[in-house]
């Protein structure tokens, strides 16, 4: 199975801003949609945003729009999560993924079409 490994989490104050990575382990990205998820304590995972295999299709949840940037670079085989004026709510464990689903203009595959995950990097927003 592939694996992806995420970085850049941390402890930030309220207002703050991370970036966070996305990087595979022994594949190239290129072909593959991302999705960022997240999951809070006591929570059930929730998709984040996403980007197409071309990084010409993006989506974000509603609570993050505005404040939230995904991008990559194939030929840096990254993907990246930019998050600015962070708030407490967005403390979670974030989770990148791939899929072969496509990534259209209005939507994101669901969760059960993203096939490779990885570990999860935690993002705490505290004062």
């Known amino acids: 199975q592939l694996q992806l490994v995420e970085s850049g989490g941390g402890l930030v104050q309220p207002g703050g801003s991370l970036r966070l990575s996305c990087a595979p382990s022994?594949?190239?990205?290129?072909?593959?949609?991302i999705g960022w998820f997240r999951q809070a304590p006591g929570k059930e995972r929730e998709g984040v945003s996403c980007?197409?295999?071309?990084?010409?299709?993006?989506n974000y949840a509603h609570s993050v729009k505005g404040r939230f940037t995904i991008s990559r670079d194939n030929a840096k085989n990254t993907v990246w999560l930019q998050m600015n004026s962070l708030k407490p709510e967005d403390t979670a464990v974030y989770y990148c993924?791939?899929?072969?689903?496509?990534?259209?203009?209005?939507?994101?595959?669901?969760?059960?079409?993203?096939?490779?995950w990885g570990q999860g990097t935690q993002v705490t927003v505290s004062s």
């Open positions: 980007i197409s295999s071309s990084g010409r299709n993006i």
């Open positions: 993924a791939a899929t072969w689903v496509e990534v259209t203009t209005t939507s994101c595959p669901t969760e059960a079409d993203f096939t490779s």
């Open positions: 022994g594949f190239t990205l290129h072909y593959y949609g």
